[in-house]
């Protein structure tokens, strides 16, 4: 049996096509073979088939509430260093550049993971175009992309060098958010 909306359809049995083609469920009879094709259609149109789904997103549309945001990263390395004194929190570095296809292979395969943005959040997360500010690439001794750095402080706690599998950049992610806790 088939649902379509709210009419059954029964598919034909093998042996006997012609007596059981296009017979309908609930006493409605039968419909000749030609004016099946026409019922199923007529069934799939009135049920939304074809429509776009109720949980797809249109433009203008507000993202749904299960999907995660990505890591709020900052691009101002200065507006990132005060608000990580403000709230306490330890810097999470991440010096990269548009053409790195390592650099995008991390974001794919890491970043955007959503284990990954909820341990992120431990931390004020500032990216930056290395190839634009080679001056904060020179004051991070970053020598290539990516290279995630963990700051606490102003002081140096860890970096990561080059594309990392996940898992490993998940425990350091959470060993930097142990080690950039203010002690008391």
Same mark, same amino acid.
């Given at each position: 049996?088939?649902?379509? /909306?709210?009419?059954?359809?029964?598919?034909?049995?093998? #042996?006997?096509?012609?007596?059981?083609? /296009?017979?309908?469920? /609930?006493?409605?009879?039968?419909?000749?073979?030609?004016?099946?094709?026409?019922?199923?259609?007529?069934?799939?149109?009135?049920? /939304?088939?074809?429509?776009?789904?109720?949980?797809?997103?249109?433009?203008?549309?507000?993202?749904?509430?299960?999907?995660?945001?990505?890591?709020?990263?900052?691009? *101002? $390395?200065?507006?990132?260093?005060?608000?990580?004194? =403000? =709230?306490?929190?330890?810097?999470?570095?991440?010096?990269?550049?548009?053409?790195?296809?390592?650099?995008?292979?991390?974001?794919? *395969?890491?970043?955007? +993971?959503?284990?990954?943005?909820?341990?992120?959040?431990?931390?004020?997360?500032?990216?930056?175009?290395?190839?634009? +500010?080679?001056?904060?690439?020179?004051?991070? *001794?970053?020598?290539? $992309?990516?290279?995630?750095?963990?700051?606490?402080?102003?002081?140096?706690?860890?970096?990561?060098? #080059?594309?990392?599998?996940?898992?490993?950049?998940?425990?350091?992610?959470?060993?930097?958010?142990?080690? #950039? +806790?203010?002690?008391?």
């Amino acid at each position: 049996m088939w649902h379509a /909306g709210s009419t059954y359809l029964l598919s034909p049995q093998v #042996g006997d096509r012609e007596a059981n083609a /296009g017979r309908l469920v /609930g006493g409605i009879g039968r419909v000749r073979t030609g004016k099946w094709l026409v019922v199923v259609l007529t069934s799939l149109a009135l049920s /939304g088939c074809g429509h776009q789904s109720r949980g797809a997103v249109k433009p203008g549309d507000a993202a749904p509430a299960a999907a995660v945001p990505g890591i709020q990263w900052l691009s *101002d $390395y200065q507006a990132g260093v005060s608000q990580a004194q =403000q =709230q306490g929190k330890p810097l999470m570095v991440q010096v990269s550049a548009p053409w790195c296809s390592s650099c995008k292979r991390l974001e794919a *395969d890491v970043l955007s +993971r959503p284990d990954v943005i909820a341990a992120s959040r431990a931390f004020v997360p500032v990216r930056l175009d290395g190839d634009k +500010r080679p001056d904060l690439k020179k004051q991070l *001794d970053v020598s290539g $992309y990516p290279t995630v750095i963990f700051l606490r402080g102003g002081k140096e706690i860890g970096r990561v060098r #080059g594309p990392v599998p996940y898992q490993q950049f998940l425990v350091m992610l959470k060993e930097m958010a142990k080690a #950039g +806790r203010p002690s008391r």
